[in-house]
Every structure is written in structure tokens, then in C-alpha cells.
């Protein structure tokens, strides 16, 4: 029987609020979800609660929406005076999420009176670990005969309470007048959905978990049909149907109360395990349909937000099942506090605009394009929680090169370091900015090409291909994943075989340096916390290991494989 014994440690304090929240001990109030704090448990964090639109200096949304017009010459051989001119609209606008000071307030006082307790103090807000935007509307589509709601763009969204995302879309005439109208309504179709990752610590579980193996593939909970991706809806129903099969046994000493925060890890783990998360964007053009529609249906009614506002699963992503080669059985066992992670979200509607600034020309406007020389473009950069972290680790810098290749024949060459201090520049500022150069054609103007030059701590340079883009925002996510591969095994046989130690060795590669980590384990030691903490480029899976055994009379053998899981059993012993 494999054993795996996993006591999950407390983690590093987040610098933000310097201390860990109890995420089991969550409360809502009003609306606003609070959790108290490990050390101080009178002092409570909250989640951010909503989003709007970015407004200037001047108090007035950060929006655009123009329908431009150009003049056409006749083709002739028609008999009406009156022809179509061409043209559309081009749609901007900055978002941001926040929470209302009264929602802070209100939530201190009824927690005082709830909890009969004047001590207790509502601050935060809790920095997201991570954070997605998918944007969605029957609208904005390529089709306008159909009106089913879709997703229309994805992406990493800001971690930190009060940064913007840019949008920008071009519309065909009919897309334009369609949106036109759309607007004058008091609720628009225009939808962005913000996933934003925290975490924290558990309640004290004292739990076991035991897999089969070959009862998990022989279970068929995840049969992929026409699609080889999952969404979290399909995760939750397979992982109910392991363990009600007994594919995955759970045991737990805690209280019944416990039992749904515990599910939620033990679902965590069994994610990593058997999955790879996938973004929508990486996936290819002809396998995303299927990903995006599933995605979407769980925005709707009774989807995951009509439920509930927080999910251990992401709902803006996709997920991989990973090839399963592992035999027998592994145990882990859940002792103690554990990190916990979950997804809030916070839904945005553009809302009423039109009736506020409708005749506001800066915002609305219809206008001949036969002159726009003195515009600009204005493209930000978009940074997730995991990058900007890993600045204090893994990261000197990222250089973001854009170049723009105008209608005239001249040429646009922009680029931006982002380090550690340049990252708090990037909430309310554009750093890229190219003009207009003749560039008559204003669909073709927004295009533009990029790329990204990594440069990492000790060495080791990643530069990606140019890619063209003509969004409002680049977007940066870390190009690398820390993974864990457990060691395990039987020490007390490798003992009863003469075994006085195992050496593991690690090989992988690290964008064009070689990686190399190793540990001893010895028939007396206790396998608890003996793990590889690994850093691998997104595209790479796969470690090299070595293992050596050291028997007493001063014999070797050696094994050599791969790992793709993140468990590796040191007690099988080769012939």
C-alpha cells in the first residue's frame, strides 16, 4: 500500500494584510463577505464587492463609444440618390472593482452587535491571489442573427482593489447601431464577470484520504465525449462520483460541520493531481466553442452565481485531464490547519450610462472620420497576482515591445520595463501610447504587434514571438508554475531490504539553464514534508529523476525516469 503523509504547514504571511484570514470563518453581511483574522480574530478582512466604470479627474466615466462614418464613391448603375456610406464604432471603456466606505462601516457595526463584541474592527481589503475577466453579451458578436448570450474575451485581471481594465472592441455598422440602442436601455448587454482567487487558513481537520487508482480510471467519472476539456461544474460531479463509487475514500475524526470546508480540500488536491488548468485563450480556435459555451451557461440561471458568490473551482477556465499511469493506492492524510483556496466573483453591467451621458459627445458620438490626425492609442498592461509576487522571487524584470506599423509606412517603436517600483505605475496609467499616422483605416489602426523579454533572477532569458493584438490591454501572466512532487513510499521494507539510503535527484529545464535538486532519505527517516518544490516553464509537464539505492554492503542501483504527477514511491526497487 502507498502512503503518502501530508501535514500542510502555515504559509508565508501575505506582506498586504500580514497576516493569514480564517476561511472558514467567513461572514456575510449586507452583501460584503468578512473574515477574521488567524491572530487577531476581532479583526476582520473583506472581499471586494463590486465593480464600475473608471471615472477621470473630472468625476466623468472613462468610456467611448463612437459610431464613425467615412464617404464612399458610387459604383454607379444604381437608381437611388441615397447610398450606404461605410463605417462602425469603436467601443472603449475602463473598469475597475472597489468596495463602498458605508459597506465597510455597516459591516463593523452589525459584526460588533452580532458577535456582542466592540472590539471588533472591519479593514482590509484582502489582496486576490489571482484574478480573470470574461466579458459577455449577445451584442457584441460576429453574428448579429443570433442572440444567445456568449463569451466574447477573457483574460488576467488585477489583483489589487482599485486597478482599471481597458477594453476595446470594433463593431460592423449593424453591430454598431445594435449597440446603439442597446445602450438607451436601462439595463444594457453588456456583462463583465470578475473570478478573483484568495486563500487562507482551514479550520483544524484531522482527515484521511485513500485513492485507488485503478478504481479511478476504471470509474469513467471523466469522459470527455466531443471535448478533451472540463469545466469546473464537470470537476465537482466527477469527484462526487469517486468517492460515492469508493474510488477515493474519506475519513475524518472533525465534526459534521467541518465536513463541507474539508471536501473542498480534499477536492483541491485531487485537482492537482489528475488536472491541468487551461486557459480559454491558449486553447485552439477550433476546440474553444465547446469550452466557452459550457463556461457561459455557468454564468446564467442556476449557474455558479446564482448560487453562491464563492467557489473553491474556478469557473473562467478550463481544465485537462492528465494521463493517468499511477498503480495501487496512496493515502494523504489532512492534519492541522491547511492553506484553503477559493473564487469570488463580482458581476459588472455597464447599467444606465446612456441615460446620464447620452449627450455627453465625449462619451457618445457619431462623427466623419475623413480627419482624426490628432488621436492617440492608448494600450495598458495588465498584470495577475501571481506575477506580481513572484517579482520578490523568480523575476529582475519584463520588457513589453510594441510596434506599430502605421498606414503611411512609418513606424511606432515603444517599450516598457516592468520591475518591482513600475508595477504600482500600472494602475491608472497607459504606458504604451502610439499616434495616428494616415492611418485612414480605423479598424486596422487598433492593431499592433508585441512581445515580452523575461529576465530571471540567476540568470536565464525567455522572449516570446511578436504576436499581433488589438486589444486595450496586454495582458502578462507568469510563463512558468511551482509544482510539488511528493516522495513516497514503504521506508520500513526498504529497511527489511538492507536499504541504508535513497538519493533523489531532480533534473529540468529552465528557459536555457539546467535545474538540478536532490535529497537523501534514509529507512529511519519520516517521509512527512520530503517533497521537491519545482519551478517549470507552462509548456513543460515532465521532471527527470534519478534514484540510487544504497544498500550495506555498499551496493548501488539506480533508476531512472520521468515524473508528470508530482508523486514519485522510492520503494520499488528495480531488479
Known amino acids: 500500500m502507498k502512503n503518502i503523509i501530508i501535514i500542510v504547514l502555515l504559509l508565508v504571511i501575505r506582506a498586504a494584510c500580514g497576516q493569514q484570514v480564517l476561511i472558514d470563518r467567513g461572514v456575510q453581511v449586507d452583501g460584503l463577505w468578512c473574515f477574521p483574522l488567524y491572530q487577531d480574530t476581532t479583526t476582520y478582512m473583506y472581499l471586494s464587492s463590486s465593480a464600475r466604470l473608471s471615472v477621470n479627474e473630472s468625476n466623468t466615466p472613462q468610456f467611448s463609444f463612437m459610431r464613425y462614418v467615412a464617404t464612399k464613391a458610387s459604383t454607379g448603375g444604381g437608381t437611388s440618390a441615397i447610398t450606404d456610406a461605410t463605417g462602425g464604432g469603436i467601443l472603449n471603456f475602463l ?78 455598422p449593424a453591430d454598431a447601431n445594435l449597440l446603439m440602442e442597446n445602450f ?12 478573483l482567487g484568495f486563500s487562507g487558513l482551514s479550520e483544524n481537520y484531522d482527515a484521511e484520504i485513500e485513492i485507488d487508482w485503478s478504481e479511478v480510471r476504471d470509474s469513467k467519472a471523466f469522459e470527455a465525449g466531443a471535448s478533451v476539456y472540463f469545466i469546473s461544474a464537470d470537476l465537482k460531479l466527477g469527484f462526487d462520483k469517486l468517492i460515492k463509487n469508493g474510488a477515493v475514500k474519506l475519513k475524518s475524526n472533525g465534526s459534521n460541520a467541518q465536513m463541507e470546508g474539508l471536501i473542498q480540500v480534499v477536492y483541491d488536491k485531487l485537482l492537482n493531481l489528475m488536472f491541468s488548468p487551461v486557459r480559454p485563450e491558449t486553447v485552439p480556435e477550433g476546440q474553444q466553442g465547446s469550452m466557452l459555451q459550457a463556461i457561459t451557461g455557468m454564468f446564467g440561471p442556476g449557474g455558479i452565481l446564482g448560487s453562491r458568490s464563492l467557489t473553491g473551482f474556478g469557473a473562467n477556465v478550463g481544465f485537462q485531464l492528465k494521463e493517468m499511469h499511477s498503480e495501487g493506492k496512496s493515502k494523504l492524510n489532512f492534519k492541522g490547519r491547511t492553506e484553503k483556496n477559493l473564487n469570488h466573483f463580482i458581476v459588472f453591467n455597464i447599467g444606465d450610462l446612456y441615460q446620464q451621458y447620452g449627450s455627453d459627445s465625449k462619451l457618445f458620438a457619431t462623427r466623419n472620420i475623413d480627419d482624426d490626425a490628432f488621436r492617440q492609442r492608448e494600450v495598458y498592461v495588465g498584470v495577475d497576482g501571481e506575477l506580481e509576487k513572484e517579482f520578490a522571487k523568480m523575476i529582475n524584470s519584463v520588457s513589453i515591445v510594441l510596434n506599430k ?53 540567476g540568470g536565464g532569458t525567455l522572449e516570446t514571438d511578436w504576436n499581433k493584438s488589438a486589444a486595450a490591454m496586454i495582458n502578462l501572466y507568469t510563463p512558468f508554475q511551482h509544482r510539488s512532487i511528493i516522495l513516497d513510499g514503504n521506508l520500513k521494507s ?82
Do not use: C
Not at 438607451?184 to 473570478?195: A, N, Q, R
Open 95 to 172: 473598469v475597475q472593482y472597489e468596495t463602498p466606505e458605508k459597506l465597510v462601516t455597516n459591516a463593523q457595526k452589525v459584526l460588533r452587535e452580532r458577535f456582542k463584541n466592540e472590539a471588533i474592527k472591519v479593514r482590509g481589503p484582502i489582496v486576490f491571489s489571482k484574478g480573470r475577466w470574461t466579458l459577455i453579451s449577445s451584442v457584441l458578436t460576429k453574428d448579429t442573427t443570433k442572440t444567445e448570450k456568449k463569451i466574447l474575451s477573457t483574460g488576467e485581471a488585477p489583483v489589487l482593489e482599485g486597478s482599471r481594465i481597458a477594453l476595446t472592441f470594433d463593431l460592423k
Open 184 to 195: 438607451k436601455m436601462s439595463t444594457p448587454d453588456v456583462s463583465l464577470v470578475f473570478e
Open 405 to 457: 506599423d502605421h498606414q503611411n509606412g512609418q513606424n511606432t517603436l515603444q517599450n516598457f520595463i516592468l520591475n518591482r517600483e513600475s508595477f504600482k505605475a500600472l494602475k491608472n496609467t497607459a504606458p504604451l501610447i502610439y499616434g495616428f499616422k494616415a492611418d485612414t483605416n480605423r479598424v486596422e489602426w487598433l492593431n499592433y504587434n508585441y512581445k515580452t523579454i523575461w529576465q530571471f533572477q
Open 494 to 575: 526498504l529497511g527489511d531490504k538492507g536499504i541504508r539510503a535513497v538519493s533523489i535527484q531532480i533534473d529540468y529545464s529552465f528557459f536555457g539553464q539546467r535545474k538540478q535538486m536532490r535529497q537523501t532519505i534514509r529507512p529511519t527517516d519520516n517521509l512527512t514534508g520530503k517533497q521537491f518544490e519545482v519551478t517549470l516553464p507552462n509548456n513543460t509537464e515532465e521532471v527527470d529523476y534519478t534514484i540510487t539505492w544504497f544498500d550495506k554492503n555498499g551496493q548501488q542501483k539506480t533508476l531512472k525516469g520521468k515524473d508528470k504527477f508530482g508523486l514519485i514511491f522510492i520503494d520499488e526497487i528495480p531488479e
